[in-house]
């Protein structure tokens, strides 16, 4: 069981009347709005937060990659993960992802990758991702072959990091007469790879194929997410090479802790708010930059389409419709409250869901750095260690568990040899 801390470093300081005002945060949100004089002290503070995860015991951190939006201020991710490899020491560092269909020449992920690789010794995550909606309005560039490029460009990065160079590279949508990436990556074959989703068929699929770990980064009704869960391990286990093991699954889930339970929702409510009234909107599931045409398969669509509906509306949910404190608890995407409530409520859907990786989001919206190390503290001291000791004890008793921990050790002696 491993504890991530994910950070979006989203922009905190939208006036009051931003809701008001703009239609979304996203693409068409004015640049106007960042204050150059307050922007260094942000990043820093983001970035201290992040290695303070290092210091207080998280397993690792996560930074990602979003294009002209106050909702997460990191449109370089590899940046980011470049200043803390000088500060952290410890965790592992994941970057989830780079959104390799925006990219005209995808080795520039591979090198970039394999130069973190190099600089964390062989504690790196390396995530691809699609990327959202809104990053093709941003780059202009049409997602109907959002999927093919995304698959293409995988597979072209892992055969540059596995295969010894140079060799040629003639794909439909990338054609390379050199394929020669220096440096390569620590860690033999390759770094572990994640791939995020919200729940497409072809994502899963590629996934469970190549033995990659799958990461769930939806801020959906909880429901939504027991049947994505389910829905991923039926299909690991129809295409997959190994059995299915919770490892292979992450969960993105905003959480605030404190010493009460009133406390909790007093320290927090306002930022959350923040998060859903400002960062989320226009991006809440009908807004017009979340699934731009072509984005989606009909395959995807269909299997949307499908979802059982228990309770009206749980499958179609997003936090970002939330408009009452209710809504919020009742949605389960979100876990506010005591220590032992937290990790009560965290541990029976870590089991149930069979998940192996959280991926906490303790700073969210306009949370302030003292709340949010506060926030860290509980969840690394009271919370995570609880959690562990239990689903730890109960995913070494599963089926086929021990199997593949077994090939993957076997893997990575034949990778070394």
């Known amino acids: 069981m491993k504890f991530w801390m994910f950070h979006l470093m989203p922009w905190p300081h939208l006036p009051d009347n931003f809701e008001d005002t703009y239609d979304t945060a996203w693409v068409t949100c004015s640049n106007g709005l960042f204050d150059p004089e307050r922007g260094p002290q942000v ?8 290695a303070y995860a290092d210091d207080i015991g998280f397993d690792g951190v996560v930074i990602n990659e979003h294009h002209q939006n106050a909702y997460g201020i990191m449109p370089s991710p590899n940046l980011i993960a470049a200043a803390l ?8 560092v994941m970057v989830l992802g780079n959104g390799l269909p925006l990219h005209e020449v995808p080795l520039k992920v591979a090198e970039e990758f394999a130069m973190l690789d190099n600089m964390f010794r062989g504690r790196f995550d390396a995530g691809f991702v699609v990327g959202g909606g809104p990053e093709y309005y941003s780059y202009n560039i049409n997602p109907t072959y959002a999927r093919e490029r995304f698959r293409e460009a995988t597979d072209l990065i892992v055969k540059a990091w596995t295969d010894p160079g140079p060799f040629s590279w003639d794909g439909k949508h990338f054609q390379l007469q ?92 306002e930022h959350i708010w923040y998060f859903i009234d400002k960062l989320l909107k226009g991006f809440a599931g009908k807004g017009r930059t979340w699934m731009p045409p072509g984005y989606t398969s009909l395959k995807s669509l269909e299997r949307l389409q499908k979802l059982n509906d228990p309770g009206g509306g749980h499958a179609r949910w997003q936090l970002g419709h939330a408009t009452t404190w209710d809504d919020v608890e009742a949605g389960g995407s ?50 995570f260690p609880y959690v562990r000791k239990h689903a730890d004890a109960t995913f070494a ?20 040899a």
């Not at 069979?354 to 919370?383: W, Y």
């Not at 008793?397 to 070394?416: I, S, T």
């Open 43 to 50: 990043y820093h503070q983001y970035i201290d937060q992040l």
């Open 85 to 92: 490899s000088q500060r952290v020491q410890t965790a592992r």
């Open 178 to 269: 050199y394929c020669n990436v220096w440096p390569r990556p620590v860690q033999q074959p390759h770094p572990p790879i994640w791939i995020p989703g919200v729940g497409s068929v072809e994502t899963m699929e590629l996934v469970a194929e190549r033995g990659f770990t799958y990461a769930a980064l939806t801020y959906s009704h909880v429901e939504s997410f027991r049947q994505n869960a389910a829905f991923f391990q039926q299909t690991v286990e129809r295409v997959g090479k190994h059995a299915y093991h919770p490892e292979m699954l992450g969960w993105l889930v905003p959480m605030y802790v404190a010493e009460t339970e009133q406390k909790a929702r007093e320290e927090a409510e």
């Open 334 to 383: 979100v876990l506010i409250g005591s220590p032992e409530t937290v990790r009560e409520k965290l541990l029976q859907y870590v089991l149930e869901f069979k998940v192996g990786n959280i991926l906490a989001l303790p700073q969210f919206g306009s949370l302030p750095d003292h709340l949010t190390r506060k926030n860290m503290e509980f969840l690394a001291n009271d919370v």
């Open 397 to 416: 008793a599963l089926p086929g568990v021990h199997a593949q921990k077994a090939q993957e050790a076997k893997d990575g002696q034949d990778g070394r």
